[in-house]
Structures are given as structure tokens and as C-alpha cells.
Antibody, heavy 119, light 110 residues
Framework: QLQLQESGSGLVKPSQTLSLICTVSGGSMSTGGYSWTWIRQPPGKGLEWIGYISQRGSTYYNPSLKSRVTISADRSKNQFSLNLRFVTAADTAVYYC???????????WGRGTLVTVSS | QSALTQPASVSGSPGQSITISCTGTNSDVGGYTYVSWYQQHPGKAPKLMTYEVSNRPSGVSNRFSGSKSGNTASLTISGLQTEDEADYYCSSYTSSSTQVFGTGTMVTVL
């Protein structure tokens, strides 16, 4: 069955760009009509929806992050990615990638990766 | 977009039933049938428990049930068990074609 795994830098300096990749294994991203989502969770706090890329390649972002975030997909590599620019300490969080099977239904999650913003 | 409102904590004894509320607006919970609930144990990724208000994914116990009335969605856990102790988050589609999570509820089994 499908599995998701996040990867990327665990430490990012303030004002730089946070970049993460989610690798999909056990099947193809191009089948199933799924959308691919990023969510984050600051230490000790709740979940925050970042955004997603649809099967057709359309992107939708959290309005509070929209000016700094880009989600893209490389279906030939079975990967989708997150770029968050101009990070601050407030962006320190565990970042999760997820498969969205229907509207807002996050059926499958990666294990998450902690990204710390610090100089 | 503002987070949906959930109680910070709910508790119950083994075997009892508890209900967690999730309050939004006409622009999210009240306007769509796209409400889902997630369970998160400490240090783990969230797990989908119900979707589209009241549907359960394969493998999720029928002790978990979702419902909605107006701008408030609810998750009921019946026959409470020790392994149900976790954080629970609701989520809804919004009129901006985005998704929003609730503030989260810590469930304690006494």
C-alpha cells in the first residue's frame, strides 16, 4: 500500500527558505485522483493546514502563509515538495505530508519531520 | 482563517461515552458536509477517524461516530477504552477552498 516519507533539512536559519520533499512509495502519485497536502504542528501546539496540490496541479494555500509558500509535484519521481520562504522561529514545527483522498479527507500521513528555525 | 473551536479537554471512565464538539461558522462546518476527525497519540502522526461528517474508514472501530448540526460537528466515542486516550482534531472545508483544523481536544480516560 501507499506510504509517505518526508525528508529535508532539519535546521534552517532565519530569513532563509525551508524546503521539504515527500516521497510516495508503494504506488504512483498519478493514479487514484488524489491531492497531496502539507500540514505542520509547532511543538506542543495544534495542527495547521499549509496547503495542497491537486491531481490536476492546482494549488491551494493557507491565507496566512500564501505569500511565502509554494507546493509543487514531480510525478516522474513520485514526489511532492514544500518551500516556505523567509522563515522565522514561528515556523519551527513538525511538518507532515499527507494524501487527500476526498475533500479534506487526509487518509494517509507521513511520520513527520521536525524543522527548527534557528541561527 | 480562524481555527475551529474545540474544548481543551474531555474525560470519561472506561466504558462510558464522551462527545467532543467542534464549532465553526456558516463558511466552514455549517456550509459543507466535509468534516473529518483525527486522532493523535503523543509523538505520532494523526490518524483519520471519520470523514464527510459520519463516514468511518476501513479499520476504524464503530465506537467512533461523527455527526453535525448547524455550525457544530461532534465526535462521539462510545465504550471508552484506555487506548482512546489521545488528542483529537476536527477539520473542515472552507468557502475559500481551503481546509481548517480545530484547536484540538485532549481526551483522558480516568
Amino acid at each position: 500500500q501507499l506510504q509517505l516519507q518526508e525528508s529535508g533539512s532539519g535546521l534552517v536559519k532565519p530569513s532563509q527558505t525551508l524546503s521539504l520533499i515527500c516521497t510516495v512509495s508503494g504506488g504512483s502519485m498519478s493514479t487514484g485522483g488524489y491531492s497531496w497536502t502539507w500540514i505542520r504542528q509547532p511543538p506542543g501546539k495544534g495542527l495547521e493546514w499549509i496547503g495542497y496540490i491537486s491531481q490536476r496541479g492546482s494549488t491551494y494555500y493557507n491565507p496566512s502563509l500564501k505569500s511565502r509558500v509554494t507546493i509543487s509535484a514531480d510525478r516522474s519521481k513520485n514526489q511532492f515538495s514544500l518551500n516556505l520562504r523567509f522563515v522565522t522561529a514561528a515556523d519551527t514545527a513538525v511538518y507532515y505530508c499527507s494524501l487527500q483522498s476526498t475533500v479534506t479527507t487526509l487518509t494517509l500521513w507521513g511520520r513527520g519531520t521536525l524543522v527548527t528555525v534557528s541561527s | 482563517q480562524s481555527a475551529l473551536t474545540q474544548p481543551a479537554s474531555v474525560s470519561g471512565s472506561p466504558g462510558q461515552s464522551i462527545t467532543i464538539s467542534c464549532t465553526g461558522t456558516n463558511s466552514d462546518v455549517g456550509g459543507y458536509t466535509y468534516v473529518s476527525w483525527y486522532q493523535q497519540h503523543p509523538g505520532k502522526a494523526p490518524k483519520l477517524m471519520t470523514y464527510e461528517v459520519s463516514n468511518r474508514p476501513s479499520g476504524v472501530s464503530n465506537r467512533f461516530s461523527g455527526s453535525k448540526s448547524g455550525n457544530t460537528a461532534s465526535l462521539t466515542i462510545s465504550g471508552l477504552q484506555t487506548e482512546d486516550e489521545a488528542d483529537y482534531y476536527c477539520s473542515s472545508y472552507t468557502s475559500s477552498s481551503t481546509q481548517v483544523f480545530g484547536t484540538g481536544t485532549m481526551v483522558t480516560v480516568l
